[in-house]
């Protein structure tokens, strides 16, 4: 298992007139978190996709448990439960406020496509290499 | 069962840098496809948040299946497969190219809350009454 | 001169906690008038992508007049006052609701790139042959 | 003057598809910045919100001179040129990359209003005893 934490205060943009974070807008933020594993790993989203790879996401799940509110400061747990494989890489988000209060559950599936050809490709050595060592 | 149809073509400022409609926005798609439905039913989902009742989403579940394009005009169709109980209702959407691909699929289901207290309640009278006819 | 008009619909997730249509949205509702326009001239601002030209945005500027409001019909009025040159294209977009009150002025600027070079080039000349007709 | 400084970072959901920082979400940026000066004041504009004013944007310009990328760190740097007078007040963002160099200008006007009436207050005293000691 390898888990990563980053915090991200809620815009105002972000909320509906509800004065909820917008229901979509979570997709955001489990982005953000995504991003920030594979950044703490050493490498960077960005580089993979100059490498010519790219990760779509293929499904998302998410569990509304409370809402995040404007100007919360929202604590973003990704977590990798399990070594990728077959083209895919799952990661799940928990959402926290400042209370602590568990607000949000997430799950995101991407697959690694060769950005040129579109075809499913395996996990890059260089993403393999780093995650190896949390799954051994 | 009750289901409508609803269009929407994608705009610039919805794709992102892979060319593709971002995971995130499907959920502003799936609601416009879910107000749209509420509409053609003779009530607007406005008047129910007059009336004091919100509808927050508690699930969203999406698979991705092909990407949706830039200036691509998507067909949502939202379907009500079951009669809401249990203080929830439950839109099953699905997304559409022109060359009628199956795009994504996608369910988010709704709690009927009073904004004032916040509380579960059941589904409006007047929701009710109106979908009563689709599933006798 | 030559003017367009685009309905668009207020989404949810559109608006702000304020219950406003947040600020910087209006950039979409600008764009989504600008391709409308360009489409009704029987072109596609995605053609012009094809074709190697692309159109960033180098100025933005707005007013806010009144709100437009969650599930407002807005009337988008995109309006070319002056034929293109130097590079530059700028439309001036005026937004009302459906009581006809003005909500907001906005204008941007865009400047024909080709995409490859990044170099300013001439308004294509179908654009070009197809405006002329308003302009002469 | 006062002036402070903030880092966002481009998140892969704000690019468009020609890979750039869509022009909508400058104001996002901008707002990240104005509510970072308000805290960094020792105030925030929830609080501010809380107490029955709202600030909604009335006025904005943006110029944009180089793309913000996906992934680039960019510094927002905040100015507030003048003392606020006449209900209003006028942030002043400029928006760099890594390299130091100059993206974006932007400015945006906000106005001051009791959120129950709707009518236009002045800047709350809260908010002048913090600002006075950088003008005076």
Redesign the interface.
């Known amino acids: 298992m390898f888990s990563t934490v980053t915090t991200i205060?809620v815009?105002?943009?972000?909320?509906?007139?509800?004065?909820?974070l917008?229901?979509?807008?979570?997709?955001?933020y489990y982005?953000?978190g995504r991003?920030d594993m594979i950044r703490q790993l050493g490498i960077?989203?960005?580089e993979l996709?100059e490498k010519g790879i790219?990760m779509?996401?293929?499904?998302?799940?998410?569990?509304?448990i409370r809402?995040a509110l404007?100007?919360d400061l929202i604590t973003v747990k990704t977590i990798l439960r399990e070594f990728p494989s077959d083209h895919k890489i799952s990661f799940h988000s928990e959402l926290y406020n400042e209370k602590q209060e568990l607000l949000n559950i997430g799950t995101?599936t991407l697959v690694f496509l060769d950005a040129a050809t579109r075809q499913k490709i395996s996990m890059p050595a260089v993403l393999q290499e780093k995650l190896e060592s949390f799954f051994n």
């Open positions: 205060r815009r105002y943009g972000e909320t509906d007139q509800m004065g909820f917008y229901y979509g807008n979570y997709a955001l982005e953000v991003v960077t989203y960005k996709e790219i779509p996401v293929v499904e998302l799940k998410s569990k509304y809402p404007y100007d995101t």
